[in-house]
Protein backbone atom coordinates (compact mmCIF):
# COMPACT_ATOMS: atom_id res chain seq x y z
CA UNK A 1 0.00 0.00 0.00
CA UNK A 2 2.79 2.47 1.28
CA UNK A 3 4.56 1.85 -2.44
CA UNK A 4 1.20 2.55 -4.30
CA UNK A 5 0.88 5.64 -2.65
CA UNK A 6 4.36 7.06 -3.05
CA UNK A 7 4.14 5.55 -6.14
CA UNK A 8 0.60 7.82 -7.47
CA UNK A 9 2.36 10.82 -5.62
CA UNK A 10 5.29 10.95 -7.70
CA UNK A 11 2.90 10.47 -10.73
CA UNK A 12 1.09 13.51 -9.69
CA UNK A 13 4.25 15.85 -9.13
CA UNK A 14 5.40 14.84 -12.17
CA UNK A 15 1.95 15.64 -14.28
CA UNK A 16 1.70 19.21 -12.21
CA UNK A 17 5.57 20.14 -13.72
CA UNK A 18 4.45 18.72 -17.05
CA UNK A 19 1.21 21.20 -17.07
CA UNK A 20 3.18 24.33 -15.62
CA UNK A 21 5.49 24.10 -18.07
CA UNK A 22 3.41 23.76 -20.73
CA UNK A 23 1.42 26.84 -20.13
CA UNK A 24 4.40 29.32 -18.36
CA UNK A 25 5.46 31.79 -20.66
CA UNK A 26 8.82 31.31 -22.25
CA UNK A 27 11.65 33.55 -19.74
CA UNK A 28 9.17 34.12 -17.45
CA UNK A 29 11.67 32.39 -14.93
CA UNK A 30 14.55 33.60 -16.50
CA UNK A 31 14.66 37.07 -17.83
CA UNK A 32 15.72 38.38 -21.20
CA UNK A 33 19.58 39.81 -21.02
CA UNK A 34 18.33 41.44 -24.97
CA UNK A 35 16.21 43.72 -22.91
CA UNK A 36 18.99 45.48 -20.90
CA UNK A 37 21.27 46.34 -24.14
CA UNK A 38 20.28 48.62 -26.36
CA UNK A 39 21.85 48.57 -29.99
CA UNK A 40 22.18 51.48 -31.71
CA UNK A 41 23.75 53.34 -34.71
CA UNK A 42 24.12 56.89 -35.57
CA UNK A 43 24.53 58.87 -38.22
CA UNK A 44 28.26 60.83 -38.34
CA UNK A 45 27.16 64.10 -37.26
CA UNK A 46 24.69 63.35 -34.80
CA UNK A 47 27.52 61.01 -32.82
CA UNK A 48 27.97 63.91 -30.09
CA UNK A 49 24.23 64.73 -29.22
CA UNK A 50 23.57 60.33 -29.01
CA UNK A 51 27.00 60.20 -26.68
CA UNK A 52 25.54 63.00 -24.45
CA UNK A 53 22.28 61.31 -24.43
CA UNK A 54 23.18 57.92 -23.51
CA UNK A 55 25.47 59.57 -20.94
CA UNK A 56 22.94 61.40 -19.04
CA UNK A 57 20.37 58.07 -19.37
CA UNK A 58 22.64 55.75 -17.82
CA UNK A 59 24.12 57.71 -14.90
CA UNK A 60 21.57 56.37 -12.59
CA UNK A 61 20.67 53.40 -14.33
CA UNK A 62 23.64 50.89 -14.05
CA UNK A 63 22.06 47.72 -15.28
CA UNK A 64 20.75 49.43 -19.26
CA UNK A 65 23.70 48.71 -21.60
CA UNK A 66 24.23 50.63 -25.04
CA UNK A 67 25.87 49.87 -27.86
CA UNK A 68 26.24 52.96 -30.29
CA UNK A 69 28.31 52.68 -33.73
CA UNK A 70 28.43 54.95 -36.26
CA UNK A 71 26.13 53.52 -39.08
CA UNK A 72 28.65 53.75 -42.00
CA UNK A 73 31.13 51.65 -39.63
CA UNK A 74 30.59 48.00 -41.45
CA UNK A 75 32.32 46.24 -39.06
CA UNK A 76 29.95 46.99 -36.39
CA UNK A 77 28.46 43.59 -36.27
CA UNK A 78 24.84 44.50 -36.63
CA UNK A 79 22.70 46.79 -39.14
CA UNK A 80 19.70 48.47 -38.90
CA UNK A 81 17.74 45.85 -40.35
CA UNK A 82 18.67 43.47 -37.51
CA UNK A 83 15.47 42.62 -35.26
CA UNK A 84 15.68 45.29 -31.82
CA UNK A 85 18.20 47.46 -33.54
CA UNK A 86 17.27 51.37 -33.32
CA UNK A 87 18.75 54.10 -35.24
CA UNK A 88 19.35 57.54 -35.29
CA UNK A 89 19.62 59.23 -38.17
CA UNK A 90 19.40 62.44 -40.19
CA UNK A 91 16.67 62.97 -43.09
CA UNK A 92 19.06 62.62 -45.72
CA UNK A 93 20.34 59.47 -44.49
CA UNK A 94 16.52 58.30 -44.22
CA UNK A 95 15.83 58.84 -47.65
CA UNK A 96 18.34 56.66 -49.02
CA UNK A 97 16.63 53.75 -47.28
CA UNK A 98 13.59 51.93 -47.80
CA UNK A 99 11.57 54.11 -45.97
CA UNK A 100 8.42 52.09 -46.62
CA UNK A 101 9.98 49.06 -44.81
CA UNK A 102 10.77 50.94 -41.22
CA UNK A 103 9.54 52.30 -38.12
CA UNK A 104 10.08 55.77 -38.16
CA UNK A 105 9.76 58.53 -35.37
CA UNK A 106 11.16 62.11 -35.26
CA UNK A 107 13.03 63.37 -32.16
CA UNK A 108 14.61 66.76 -33.13
CA UNK A 109 15.19 68.93 -35.85
CA UNK A 110 18.08 70.91 -37.61
CA UNK A 111 16.45 73.89 -38.67
CA UNK A 112 18.14 76.60 -41.28
CA UNK A 113 16.56 80.17 -40.73
CA UNK A 114 16.75 83.54 -42.62
CA UNK A 115 18.58 86.20 -39.86
CA UNK A 116 18.17 89.81 -40.29
CA UNK A 117 19.55 92.49 -37.26
CA UNK A 118 16.60 93.68 -35.46
CA UNK A 119 18.20 97.49 -36.91
CA UNK A 120 17.91 96.73 -40.31
CA UNK A 121 15.91 99.93 -41.45
CA UNK A 122 14.11 97.81 -43.83
CA UNK A 123 12.36 95.61 -41.56
CA UNK A 124 8.74 96.45 -41.27
CA UNK A 125 8.68 96.08 -45.09
CA UNK A 126 10.45 92.80 -44.65
CA UNK A 127 8.59 91.65 -42.15
CA UNK A 128 5.18 92.33 -44.32
CA UNK A 129 6.18 91.44 -47.66
CA UNK A 130 8.57 88.39 -46.55
CA UNK A 131 11.75 87.61 -48.99
CA UNK A 132 10.85 85.01 -51.82
CA UNK A 133 12.98 81.81 -52.25
CA UNK A 134 14.13 83.56 -55.80
CA UNK A 135 15.36 86.89 -54.06
CA UNK A 136 17.32 84.96 -51.43
CA UNK A 137 18.94 82.83 -54.56
CA UNK A 138 19.85 86.02 -56.20
CA UNK A 139 21.72 87.36 -53.33
CA UNK A 140 23.85 83.90 -52.59
CA UNK A 141 23.83 81.97 -56.04
CA UNK A 142 24.11 85.05 -58.81
CA UNK A 143 27.25 87.01 -59.28
CA UNK A 144 27.96 90.57 -58.56
CA UNK A 145 26.92 93.20 -56.42
CA UNK A 146 23.33 93.05 -54.59
CA UNK A 147 21.43 95.99 -53.80
CA UNK A 148 18.47 95.43 -50.92
CA UNK A 149 16.73 97.45 -53.30
CA UNK A 150 16.67 94.57 -55.69
CA UNK A 151 15.58 91.84 -52.99
CA UNK A 152 12.55 94.22 -52.05
CA UNK A 153 11.83 95.76 -55.48
CA UNK A 154 12.81 99.15 -54.53
CA UNK A 155 15.65 101.64 -55.65
CA UNK A 156 17.28 101.65 -52.58
CA UNK A 157 21.50 100.87 -53.69
CA UNK A 158 22.56 99.74 -50.19
CA UNK A 159 24.72 96.13 -50.66
CA UNK A 160 23.25 93.71 -48.75
CA UNK A 161 26.00 91.57 -46.84
CA UNK A 162 24.82 88.18 -47.43
CA UNK A 163 26.34 85.28 -44.22
CA UNK A 164 25.99 81.72 -43.40
CA UNK A 165 26.76 79.23 -41.35
CA UNK A 166 29.68 77.15 -43.16
CA UNK A 167 29.18 73.34 -43.08
CA UNK A 168 27.69 70.61 -45.44
CA UNK A 169 24.60 70.51 -44.04
CA UNK A 170 23.89 74.00 -44.20
CA UNK A 171 25.26 73.83 -47.61
CA UNK A 172 22.69 71.22 -48.69
CA UNK A 173 19.88 72.52 -47.48
CA UNK A 174 20.66 76.65 -48.72
CA UNK A 175 20.99 73.99 -52.16
CA UNK A 176 18.09 72.71 -52.11
CA UNK A 177 16.17 76.19 -50.68
CA UNK A 178 17.54 78.39 -53.80
CA UNK A 179 17.75 75.12 -56.15
CA UNK A 180 21.62 75.93 -56.89
CA UNK A 181 24.27 74.06 -56.06
CA UNK A 182 26.89 77.62 -55.85
CA UNK A 183 27.24 79.75 -53.29
CA UNK A 184 28.87 83.14 -54.50
CA UNK A 185 32.24 84.16 -53.39
CA UNK A 186 30.28 87.71 -51.98
CA UNK A 187 28.88 85.10 -49.20
CA UNK A 188 30.87 84.95 -45.52
CA UNK A 189 30.79 81.65 -44.36
CA UNK A 190 31.34 81.44 -40.77
CA UNK A 191 31.81 77.98 -38.72
CA UNK A 192 31.07 79.60 -35.36
CA UNK A 193 27.25 79.97 -34.50
CA UNK A 194 27.50 82.54 -32.16
CA UNK A 195 30.07 84.98 -33.97
CA UNK A 196 27.67 84.68 -36.86
CA UNK A 197 25.06 85.70 -34.57
CA UNK A 198 26.99 88.92 -33.17
CA UNK A 199 28.05 89.35 -36.63
CA UNK A 200 24.21 89.89 -37.86
CA UNK A 201 23.22 91.61 -34.74
CA UNK A 202 25.78 94.46 -35.28
CA UNK A 203 25.20 95.06 -39.12
CA UNK A 204 22.02 96.22 -39.82
CA UNK A 205 22.40 96.02 -43.68
CA UNK A 206 23.44 92.11 -43.37
CA UNK A 207 21.19 88.75 -43.93
CA UNK A 208 22.38 85.14 -43.12
CA UNK A 209 21.37 81.46 -42.55
CA UNK A 210 21.69 80.14 -39.13
CA UNK A 211 20.53 77.30 -37.18
CA UNK A 212 17.82 77.67 -35.40
CA UNK A 213 19.32 76.88 -31.90
CA UNK A 214 21.98 79.12 -32.36
CA UNK A 215 19.69 82.25 -32.30
CA UNK A 216 17.35 81.36 -29.46
CA UNK A 217 17.61 82.78 -25.60
CA UNK A 218 16.78 79.37 -24.02
CA UNK A 219 16.44 81.31 -20.79
CA UNK A 220 13.30 83.25 -21.81
CA UNK A 221 12.21 81.23 -24.74
CA UNK A 222 12.53 83.75 -27.24
CA UNK A 223 14.78 84.67 -30.30
CA UNK A 224 17.73 86.55 -29.41
CA UNK A 225 17.39 90.11 -28.29
CA UNK A 226 18.57 92.36 -31.80
CA UNK A 227 17.68 89.25 -34.00
CA UNK A 228 14.98 88.57 -35.98
CA UNK A 229 13.93 85.95 -37.97
CA UNK A 230 13.13 86.87 -41.98
CA UNK A 231 9.52 85.75 -42.99
CA UNK A 232 9.55 83.47 -46.31
CA UNK A 233 7.50 84.60 -48.96
CA UNK A 234 6.76 80.58 -50.37
CA UNK A 235 4.67 81.40 -53.03
CA UNK A 236 6.55 84.32 -54.30
CA UNK A 237 3.75 87.02 -54.65
CA UNK A 238 5.06 89.80 -53.13
CA UNK A 239 2.77 88.92 -50.15
CA UNK A 240 3.32 87.35 -46.88
CA UNK A 241 0.06 85.24 -46.92
CA UNK A 242 -1.64 83.80 -43.28
CA UNK A 243 -0.93 80.39 -44.01
CA UNK A 244 2.66 81.86 -44.30
CA UNK A 245 2.72 83.78 -41.18
CA UNK A 246 4.69 82.30 -38.46
CA UNK A 247 6.83 84.59 -37.48
CA UNK A 248 4.72 86.33 -34.72
CA UNK A 249 6.89 84.46 -31.86
CA UNK A 250 8.58 81.31 -31.32
CA UNK A 251 6.42 79.14 -30.08
CA UNK A 252 4.00 80.36 -33.64
CA UNK A 253 7.23 79.39 -35.14
CA UNK A 254 8.08 75.81 -34.15
CA UNK A 255 4.52 74.72 -34.70
CA UNK A 256 5.11 76.05 -37.73
CA UNK A 257 7.66 73.81 -38.28
CA UNK A 258 5.70 71.40 -37.05
CA UNK A 259 2.51 71.52 -39.15
CA UNK A 260 4.81 72.31 -42.49
CA UNK A 261 4.33 75.71 -43.05
CA UNK A 262 8.09 76.35 -43.33
CA UNK A 263 10.24 75.46 -46.22
CA UNK A 264 11.10 71.45 -46.31
CA UNK A 265 14.38 72.30 -47.66
CA UNK A 266 15.48 74.03 -44.53
CA UNK A 267 14.65 71.70 -42.04
CA UNK A 268 16.10 68.47 -41.43
CA UNK A 269 14.14 65.94 -38.71
CA UNK A 270 16.52 63.53 -36.79
CA UNK A 271 14.58 60.44 -36.75
CA UNK A 272 14.97 57.13 -34.69
CA UNK A 273 14.02 54.23 -37.08
CA UNK A 274 13.59 50.90 -36.81
CA UNK A 275 12.47 47.73 -38.65
CA UNK A 276 9.12 47.76 -36.34
CA UNK A 277 8.02 49.65 -33.18
CA UNK A 278 10.29 49.13 -30.07
CA UNK A 279 8.00 47.21 -27.57
CA UNK A 280 10.63 46.06 -24.91
CA UNK A 281 10.88 48.05 -21.87
CA UNK A 282 14.46 49.10 -22.12
CA UNK A 283 14.01 51.33 -25.70
CA UNK A 284 10.68 52.40 -25.23
CA UNK A 285 11.86 53.88 -21.62
CA UNK A 286 14.74 55.08 -23.46
CA UNK A 287 12.74 56.73 -26.31
CA UNK A 288 10.06 57.99 -23.81
CA UNK A 289 13.59 60.42 -22.05
CA UNK A 290 14.54 61.37 -25.31
CA UNK A 291 11.30 62.94 -25.84
CA UNK A 292 10.95 64.65 -22.49
CA UNK A 293 14.52 65.20 -20.45
CA UNK A 294 16.63 64.53 -23.44
CA UNK A 295 15.47 67.68 -24.83
CA UNK A 296 17.33 69.95 -23.00
CA UNK A 297 20.57 68.33 -24.68
CA UNK A 298 19.92 68.98 -28.30
CA UNK A 299 20.39 72.81 -28.72
CA UNK A 300 23.83 71.69 -27.29
CA UNK A 301 24.88 69.65 -30.20
CA UNK A 302 23.14 72.78 -32.78
CA UNK A 303 19.66 71.10 -33.45
CA UNK A 304 16.11 71.98 -32.15
CA UNK A 305 14.15 70.34 -30.10
CA UNK A 306 10.54 69.44 -30.61
CA UNK A 307 7.62 71.77 -28.79
CA UNK A 308 5.92 69.53 -26.32
CA UNK A 309 2.62 69.82 -28.34
CA UNK A 310 4.17 67.21 -30.51
CA UNK A 311 6.31 65.41 -28.30
CA UNK A 312 3.72 64.08 -25.90
CA UNK A 313 1.57 62.55 -28.57
CA UNK A 314 4.70 60.23 -29.19
CA UNK A 315 5.20 60.06 -25.35
CA UNK A 316 2.23 58.68 -24.82
CA UNK A 317 2.28 56.55 -28.16
CA UNK A 318 5.30 54.73 -26.82
CA UNK A 319 3.63 54.16 -22.93
CA UNK A 320 0.37 52.80 -24.88
CA UNK A 321 2.67 50.21 -26.96
CA UNK A 322 4.07 49.38 -23.68
CA UNK A 323 1.08 48.82 -21.79
CA UNK A 324 -0.26 46.86 -24.58
CA UNK A 325 2.96 44.56 -24.66
CA UNK A 326 2.36 43.92 -21.02
CA UNK A 327 -1.25 42.96 -21.13
CA UNK A 328 -0.36 40.59 -23.98
CA UNK A 329 2.16 38.86 -22.12
CA UNK A 330 0.12 39.06 -18.65
CA UNK A 331 -2.84 37.35 -20.34
CA UNK A 332 -1.67 34.27 -20.94
CA UNK A 333 0.38 34.09 -17.54
CA UNK A 334 -3.34 34.44 -16.11
CA UNK A 335 -4.85 31.92 -18.35
CA UNK A 336 -1.81 29.69 -17.33
CA UNK A 337 -2.06 30.26 -13.85
CA UNK A 338 -5.76 29.29 -13.85
CA UNK A 339 -5.10 25.91 -15.96
CA UNK A 340 -2.44 25.05 -13.38
CA UNK A 341 -4.34 25.31 -10.55
CA UNK A 342 -7.59 23.29 -12.21
CA UNK A 343 -4.92 20.82 -13.86
CA UNK A 344 -3.81 20.68 -9.68
CA UNK A 345 -7.20 20.02 -8.14
CA UNK A 346 -7.67 17.28 -10.99
CA UNK A 347 -4.89 15.37 -10.11
CA UNK A 348 -4.85 15.90 -6.40
CA UNK A 349 -8.51 14.75 -6.47
CA UNK A 350 -8.16 11.95 -8.80
CA UNK A 351 -5.00 10.46 -6.32
CA UNK A 352 -7.23 11.08 -3.08
CA UNK A 353 -10.01 8.93 -4.93
CA UNK A 354 -7.46 6.45 -5.89
CA UNK A 355 -6.35 6.19 -2.60
CA UNK A 356 -9.45 5.69 -0.80
CA UNK A 357 -10.61 2.72 -3.16
CA UNK A 358 -7.49 1.08 -2.36
CA UNK A 359 -7.89 1.62 1.40
CA UNK A 360 -11.32 0.69 1.42
CA UNK A 361 -10.72 -2.48 -0.56
CA UNK A 362 -7.80 -3.67 1.90
CA UNK A 363 -10.21 -3.54 4.49
CA UNK A 364 -12.85 -5.05 3.23
CA UNK A 365 -10.78 -7.48 2.55
CA UNK A 366 -9.38 -7.80 6.11
CA UNK A 367 -12.66 -8.27 6.97
CA UNK A 368 -13.54 -11.00 4.85
CA UNK A 369 -10.82 -13.51 6.61
CA UNK A 370 -12.19 -15.49 9.24
CA UNK A 371 -11.28 -15.53 13.19
CA UNK A 372 -9.64 -18.68 13.94
CA UNK A 373 -9.94 -18.55 18.22
CA UNK A 374 -7.09 -20.51 19.42
CA UNK A 375 -8.35 -22.10 22.74
CA UNK A 376 -4.77 -21.07 24.35
CA UNK A 377 -4.82 -17.05 23.17
CA UNK A 378 -6.82 -14.86 25.66
CA UNK A 379 -9.13 -12.77 23.65
CA UNK A 380 -12.87 -11.49 23.61
CA UNK A 381 -13.15 -14.47 21.52
CA UNK A 382 -11.99 -16.93 24.13
CA UNK A 383 -13.97 -15.28 27.03
CA UNK A 384 -16.70 -17.29 27.71
CA UNK A 385 -19.02 -15.55 29.38
CA UNK A 386 -22.72 -16.94 29.69
CA UNK A 387 -25.76 -14.77 30.30
CA UNK A 388 -27.92 -15.02 33.95
CA UNK A 389 -24.61 -15.60 36.20
CA UNK A 390 -23.31 -13.79 39.10
CA UNK A 391 -20.03 -12.64 38.69
CA UNK A 392 -17.48 -11.79 41.10
CA UNK A 393 -14.97 -9.43 40.90
CA UNK A 394 -12.71 -12.43 43.21
CA UNK A 395 -13.29 -14.16 39.53
CA UNK A 396 -15.76 -16.17 40.70
CA UNK A 397 -19.46 -17.19 39.70
CA UNK A 398 -22.74 -18.38 40.94
CA UNK A 399 -25.77 -19.69 39.81
CA UNK A 400 -28.82 -20.90 41.16
CA UNK A 401 -30.65 -23.89 39.58
CA UNK A 402 -34.31 -24.57 39.48
CA UNK A 403 -34.62 -26.60 42.22
CA UNK A 404 -32.83 -23.85 44.50
CA UNK A 405 -29.36 -25.50 44.81
CA UNK A 406 -26.91 -22.95 43.97
CA UNK A 407 -23.56 -24.04 41.38
CA UNK A 408 -20.43 -22.15 41.94
CA UNK A 409 -16.88 -21.87 40.15
CA UNK A 410 -13.86 -19.66 38.60
CA UNK A 411 -13.96 -17.65 35.56
CA UNK A 412 -12.13 -18.21 31.90
CA UNK A 413 -9.56 -15.39 33.90
CA UNK A 414 -8.50 -18.26 36.28
CA UNK A 415 -8.58 -20.98 33.54
Known sequence: MKKLIVLFSLVASLSVLQVSSMVMPPGYLQGSTDTDTVRVLVS???????DRWITEYTHDKPGIVFRNNDISDESKGYQLGDDGVIGIVTEDYLRSLERGSLWSMVVAR??????ISADNPFIEEIMENGISPSAFADAYSEPGRLTWGKVLNTDNGTTVNCYCLDGESVKFCLSQFMQSDKLTGNVNRISNSDELAEGIMHDKYAIGFCRLSGIIDYKNHAVRDGLQIVPIDINGNGILENNENIYSCLNDFNRGVWIGKYPGSLCR???VVSTAAPVDEGKTAFLQWVLSGGQDYISEAGFSELIPGERQPKIQGLKN???????????????????????TVVVAGLLVYIITKLVKAASEKEQEVPVSVNAGAFNEQSVNAPAGIFFDRSHTWAFMEKDGNVKIGIDDFLQ
Not at 44 to 50: A, K, Q, S, T
Not at 325 to 334: I, L, R
Open 44 to 50: PELGGLV
Open 321 to 343: VGMAVTAGNQQPFSSARIFFIIA
Open 269 to 271: NIH
Open 110 to 115: DVIVPV
